[in-house]
């Protein structure tokens, strides 16, 4: 089975999500910034994006932070070709931004990852403490109010609907809704206002993007641990994924669909 690691890896390789990433760089116009963190960056795909768009001289620096060592060799591999010595790499969470960084930098990345945060505050506020006046946090998400567009009701309908019930067929189990993660509860396009206001950060650019998934973004989001957590709290991962899979594959056949719409929500604040 595809992602037996159920890590984001998988994921992070579709097309159409590299693109979308692409897209909130671009909006967020790092060209001239000369000191930047990629926060959570993983195997380093959104920091090769940035690397790409920026003007680097001996000033520029991107640092690329992430928990995982794996991840972060990987990405040290993956950059060799166009770091040119410009990237930093740092193991750390990231609720401990302030702690990578001795100045204040000028822009912070942190692509896909804001809703998992369990004290949104405290790290947007230490984010704000380590940008300089007028630098810019730039993040998107798609698990927010809204990401489900509107006409993916009966997709997602029926695809839970099958994932279930292929779950209690084939291994007689069910999802117990009290081990639900409480920290996932999914914030509206003014929540994250709000959250950035009173944390010294004000909206500069603010956009939705809608993004035809395919069929394989799907079954790769399906070998993901915090998506099979959220969507069969307390199932054993690997016949959690497996259903979520079928399921998946069979909706896409009875809808006699080739991509269902998904909304991410691309924001890009600057320091009061």
């Not at 590299?18 to 790092?30: F, H, K, Q, T």
């Not at 998107?140 to 309908?157: I, K, P, R």
Request: proline share 3%.
């Amino acid at each position: 089975m595809a992602g037996n690691d159920f890590s984001f890896q998988t994921f992070s390789k579709n097309e159409f999500y590299g693109n979308l990433n692409a897209r909130l760089i671009d909006m967020a116009d790092l060209a001239s910034d000369r000191k930047i963190v990629d926060l959570a960056c993983g195997t380093g795909g959104v920091t090769r994006l940035i690397l790409e768009r920026i003007n680097q001289t001996k000033d520029t620096v991107v640092i690329a932070l992430d928990h995982s060592s794996t991840a972060l060799k990987t990405a040290m591999h993956d950059l060799k070709d166009i770091s040119n010595n410009a990237v930093k790499y740092v193991q750390l969470g990231v609720e401990n931004v302030s702690d990578a960084v001795k100045d204040s930098v000028d822009a912070i990345v942190f692509c896909n990852a804001i809703h998992y945060l369990p004290d949104k505050d405290a790290v947007v506020a230490d984010i704000c403490n380590t940008l300089k006046p007028g630098g810019k946090f730039v993040f998107n998400t798609s698990f927010y109010e809204g990401g489900q567009h509107e006409d993916s009701t009966a997709f997602y309908s029926k695809w839970m609907f099958k994932a279930m019930k292929i779950l209690r067929r084939k291994y007689g189990l069910s999802p117990v809704r009290s081990e639900k993660v409480q920290s996932r509860q999914q914030l509206t396009p003014k929540d994250y206002e709000d959250l950035l206001n009173r944390n010294g950060l004000e909206v500069f650019k603010q956009e939705v993007d809608t993004v035809p998934v395919p069929v394989e973004g799907w079954l790769d989001i399906s070998t993901f641990s915090d998506f099979i957590e959220g969507t069969m709290p307390g199932v054993p991962m690997d016949k959690a994924s497996l259903s979520l899979q079928e399921a998946v594959k069979e909706t896409y056949s009875e809808l006699g669909v080739s991509h269902v719409p998904r909304n991410w929500l691309d924001i890009v604040a600057v320091k009061k």
